[in-house]
């Protein structure tokens, strides 16, 4: 089945540690994207990448790091600077580096900051 | 910077009833807009891209309009059910990237 994968479903941080959440696609989508998701609110574009080896900052990416080595995966890194990291991560892919085509996401991780 | 609106926050009707879910966007220089469905707890469902050229898109019981230069769309949910009952987000298209709305949380009454 082609889709999106994200794992752990469920991850907990203590304050000060640093953590990475992987996405990965076999939808052969050029373009990929991390949201956050807080209570009662909408999608905050964190980081998008449109092609391998690059990689641009989105509304909230203080605090996050990217990278985007292989076509098919695209890790997200939660670093210990970022001050409220409590909340529903999503991953999306989109097609022909994502300018206005349908944008597919996987099933989210939920981050908890003990 | 653009802006994107949903009205209401939140509905509940009857089951079998017809709905109307709106959405507006602040700047019309947009290239598609795109409505999802999201369960709690899970990712998001997309249900419908409407392009830019298009007025409206149409899937089973589900239909949506855009109209760009009043920077509005709507989402018809016909004969409702209980399994819809989800929170309905729009997002639109600009540059490389999408902007969402915070959503409709819809529940359906059996």
């Known amino acids: 089945d082609g889709g999106i994968t994200q794992s752990p479903k469920y991850l907990f941080r203590k304050e000060g540690q640093n953590v990475t959440l992987s996405c990965e696609q076999n939808l052969n989508h050029d373009a990929m994207y991390w949201y956050r998701q807080d209570p009662g609110q909408g999608l905050r574009l964190i980081y998008y990448?449109?092609?391998?080896?690059?990689?641009q900052k989105g509304d909230i990416a203080e605090g996050y790091s990217v990278s985007r080595e292989k076509k098919e995966s695209f890790p997200l890194t939660v670093t210990s600077a970022q001050k409220n990291p409590t909340a529903f991560y999503l991953c999306a892919s989109s097609n022909e580096r994502g300018v206005g085509n349908e944008q597919f996401f996987g099933p989210g991780t939920r981050l908890t900051v003990l | 910077k653009q802006e994107v609106t949903q009205i209401p926050a939140a509905l509940s009707v009857p089951e079998g009833e017809n709905l109307v879910l709106n959405c507006s966007f602040t700047d019309s220089a947009i290239y598609n807009l795109q409505w999802f469905r999201q369960d709690p707890g899970k990712g998001l469902t997309s249900l419908l891209l409407i392009q830019s050229s298009q007025r409206e898109q149409t899937s089973g019981r589900l239909n949506a309009s855009l109209d760009k230069s009043s920077g509005r769309s709507t989402l018809y949910i016909a004969a409702s059910q209980p399994g819809d009952s989800a929170t309905y987000l729009c997002?639109?298209?600009?540059?490389?990237?999408?902007?969402f709305g915070e959503g409709t949380q819809l529940t359906v009454n059996p």
């Open positions: 997002a639109v298209w600009e540059g490389s990237r999408l902007t």
């Open positions: 990448s449109q092609i391998v080896n690059d990689f």
